[in-house]
């Protein structure tokens, strides 16, 4: 499939910030997705979770099949659209790389802990994992991906972020959160096919978890209209034994129409405008979106699965625990640095001060070892520490 020529085209990459020979066989971009599936933090990915905790059901979504699904749909939109499918997937396979142990209550409680050092973003964390943390080359720290790659893993960034960034690489991936100019479509494809993705799988996780109902999401008009037509076409469905089914086909349908839709209007801005290289997208408003309809009714459901099922007591409760554990491992670490095993995390000190002014060494490196964690881990690791077992 020829690309577009808004695609980001890999022989014009802005390239690696440690030179490096081409490979023979591959793109810079199917270089870069190789280097993450092979990655130490793609991995843990598997014991990272963001709604439910990985110890409470081995059926649930964790970021590693988040972020399988998220690169599913990126690059089956990437193909209708002719953009760069390996730089998607490369893009989606890194978007978390950089989350805590236990999901958004993870990173908020963590954020809490370094507020005085510069605070944690987990965006900015992902960029780190690939730049900094990653310990597997000889010659770099880091996994050393292409610029178009690492500008997609930094999705958002404050702009004290983007500074420290741009003083340490200039017209570097900081660039763009201060000039206010765009990413690659790529990029803006990712987060597009990420909010895709959770508000699909959450309905299930939810409903499997039995703490939102089929019936509660029928006030969802996105839900209730494929429901409704699902049963138009297979009023089997309704029999009590096949609700799982229906819930599939259901879900199935909602993926499929928010696909179309995202893919039918963007096509439309990118004839209306019609970017002729990267440059034009960079200089461009944001060129891929749904629709208007199709956007409020993703709001509706998001707002639902907030108030019903991230907002629920017992998902409530649940990461309140988790919030302590990040804080007295925090505590734990600071008091006793000695418990962070030697081997980690030195060579992230010194990169990390240039970067943000007025961090404290101990405590960056102590949340990159906390952000590294798995749930589990995490777990075990604070019961060793305090005696007390919040979780598992
Ligand atoms: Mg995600």
């Known amino acids: 499939m020829p690309l577009a020529p808004y695609a980001c085209n890999p022989a014009l990459s802005l390239g690696r910030r440690f030179h490096e020979p081409d490979a023979p066989t591959r793109t810079v971009y199917q270089r870069d997705r190789d280097r993450i599936v092979h990655s130490t933090a793609f991995r843990r990915l598997v014991y990272k979770t963001q709604v439910f905790l990985n110890h409470e059901g081995d059926l649930f979504r964790t970021r590693l099949t988040h972020s399988l699904e998220v690169a599913q749909l990126g690059r089956s939109i990437a193909r209708a659209l002719h953009l760069n499918e390996d730089l998607v997937e490369a893009i989606a396979l890194a978007h978390d790389l950089g989350h805590t142990p236990f999901g958004h209550a993870g990173q908020d409680a963590l954020n809490d802990c370094m507020r005085a050092h510069g605070g944690f973003e987990h965006n900015l ?31 958002h960034c404050s702009r004290d972020n983007a500074r420290a960034l741009e003083a340490l690489e200039p017209n570097g991936v900081g660039r763009r959160f201060l000039d206010g100019t765009q990413p690659s479509l790529e990029a803006q494809l990712c987060n597009l096919a990420d909010e895709i993705a959770y508000n699909a799988h959450d309905i299930d996780d939810g409903v499997r978890s039995g703490l939102i109902s089929m019936e509660q999401l029928l006030e969802v008009a996105l839900f209730e209209d494929h429901y ?28 499929s129409a928010q696909v179309y839709d995202l893919i039918e209007v963007s096509q439309a801005s990118l004839a ?9 997208v960079r200089l461009a408003g944001p060129l891929l979106s749904f629709g208007e309809a199709a956007r409020s009714r993703s ?8 108030r019903n099922l991230y907002r629920h007591p017992q998902v409530m409760h649940t990461m309140d625990l988790a919030k302590q554990v990040i804080r007295d491992l925090f505590n734990a670490y600071t008091h006793a640095p000695h418990e962070i095993p030697a081997s980690f995390g030195a060579e992230g000190v010194d990169v990390h001060k240039a970067q943000c002014e007025g961090a404290t060494p101990l405590a960056r490196v102590i949340a990159d070892y906390i952000a590294g964690m798995t749930d589990r881990f995490a777990s075990r690791e604070h019961q060793r520490l305090t005696g007390q077992r919040l979780l598992v």
């Open 299 to 306: 709001g509706q459901l998001k707002l639902f699965l907030f």
């Open 272 to 280: 209306a405008v019609a970017p002729a290289s990267l440059n034009d």
């Open 228 to 255: 409704r037509q699902a049963l138009r076409d297979f009023p089997d469905l309704q029999a009590t034994h096949l609700q799982r089914r229906l819930l599939f086909e259901t879900i199935r349908r909602m993926l």
């Open 125 to 155: 964390q992902s960029l780190r994992v690939v730049d900094l943390l990653e310990e597997s080359y000889p010659q770099f720290n880091g996994i050393n991906l292409s610029f178009e790659t690492r500008e997609g893993i930094l999705k």
